[in-house]
């Protein structure tokens, strides 16, 4: 019998067997099995694929291990701070700035099971869903599908009420915890900003009273920042070849992003679990509109992710080179500036106003400095 969330659950316990064959047998098999499980052979990690019968067994058996290997092979540092914050057993709906494609909510799982508590059900945009391997995986992984925006008005208003719906259901009757960004797409620019209309999708689901609506998702923003960011070459050149022209992206590019992101050197990485989203905080914003109430609330999660947000000594680089000072020059030594200055000469090989492009670049690492003096 065809159920309401059917459409866009993850798998539950009793999919997991025909999933885990799929993938067991798919072609891509033999180089995930060698990234993942470097001492086994492919057979025993097929074997192990197929001994597993729930979804924990996957995460704890796979899923976890995938991280570790992320952090072993490419960062240099993992920490994550504010866990005492979070009650086992109580859901909370972890609102994200969103640098990576894919790790900002991995890794999250990770430190999450580290510090004794569950993972949480994670959102998985459409137009990530690129062929049956990837969905085995994601869906496995207690992952749910997002639409992007697009289409009709009254076809994007129908799925973002599905998707509100969707998550009150899984946080108020399944118990469950749920991972968001705080907007469609990553922060390309280095402004990490939450979209209002995301905080207008959560309160769809119970419009007649905007602070319940809120109060019981137990917001908890989060602050997730790297040393280097793996797609920041990627992520400049596409904010300069959509400076005029909208840009669309080429087949694969996607999954050039994931892999780059998983692959390429991160230095160190830091989550931190914000200051929840209490009820009398949302108080305060009861006389508002309802759109002033969506922007409010936005606002504050911005400013509890900007005052968590880790700075690096990149960053310090970033804002002194872009601004012509010396300002933060306390920051960072000589050897950090210098490779950092190797790393933004990699943009003279393209063909572009590489003086613009490097602009660009600068700004990704100097924007969350220039947000956190907002402050």
Not at 116 to 135: K, R
Not at 321 to 345: D, V
Request: a neutral charge; charged letters at 25%.
């Amino acid at each position: 019998m065809k159920e309401e969330f059917d459409d866009i659950r993850p798998y539950r316990d009793e999919e997991i067997p025909a999933a885990m064959s799929r993938i067991a047998d798919s072609p891509a098999m033999p180089l995930l099995a060698s990234y993942v499980c470097p001492d086994q052979s492919l057979d025993d990690v097929k074997n192990l694929l197929r001994s597993f019968k729930t979804v924990k067994e996957f995460q704890y058996g796979i899923m976890h291990k995938v991280n570790e290997q992320i952090i072993h092979n490419s960062i240099k540092a993992f920490t994550f701070e504010g866990a005492e914050k979070l009650q086992k057993g109580t859901p909370y709906l972890f609102v994200s700035n969103h640098r990576d494609i894919m790790l900002d909510a991995s890794l999250l799982q990770n430190a999450l099971v580290d510090a004794g508590l569950e993972t949480t059900q994670i959102t998985f945009g459409a137009n990530l869903m690129m062929n049956p391997l990837v969905v085995d995986i994601g869906k496995s992984n207690r992952m749910f599908r997002v639409e992007r925006p697009g289409g009709g008005i009254k076809d994007f208003y129908k799925s973002s009420l599905h998707l509100s719906s969707y998550i009150r259901h899984v946080i108020n009757e399944e118990r469950e915890s749920v991972w968001i960004a705080q907007r469609n797409g990553r922060t390309k620019d280095g402004n990490d900003q939450t979209d209002q209309g995301i905080i207008k999708m959560f309160c769809m689901s119970k419009s007649e009273n905007k602070i319940d609506a809120l109060s019981e998702l137990n917001i908890a923003p989060v602050a997730v920042s790297y040393e280097w960011e793996s797609c920041d070459i990627l992520k400049a050149l596409e904010l300069y070849a959509s400076q005029n022209v909208k840009y669309i992206k080429k087949p694969g590019e996607d999954l050039n992003s994931i892999l780059t992101g998983i692959l390429k050197p991160k230095g160190r990485v830091h989550f931190q679990i914000c200051e929840l989203i209490t009820e009398g905080d949302l108080i305060e914003f009861n006389n508002c509109t309802n759109n002033e109430y969506h922007k409010r609330v936005a606002q504050l999660i911005d400013k509890r992710i900007l005052s968590a947000y880790k700075l690096w000594p990149n960053n310090y680089i970033a804002h002194d080179l872009l601004y012509g000072q010396r300002r933060f020059s306390n920051k960072y030594s000589r050897e950090e500036k210098e490779a950092f200055m190797t790393r933004l000469a990699k943009l003279e090989r393209f063909d572009s106003d590489v003086d613009a492009l490097k602009d660009i670049f600068l700004g990704i690492y100097a924007n969350p400095v220039t947000n956190k003096l907002k402050l």
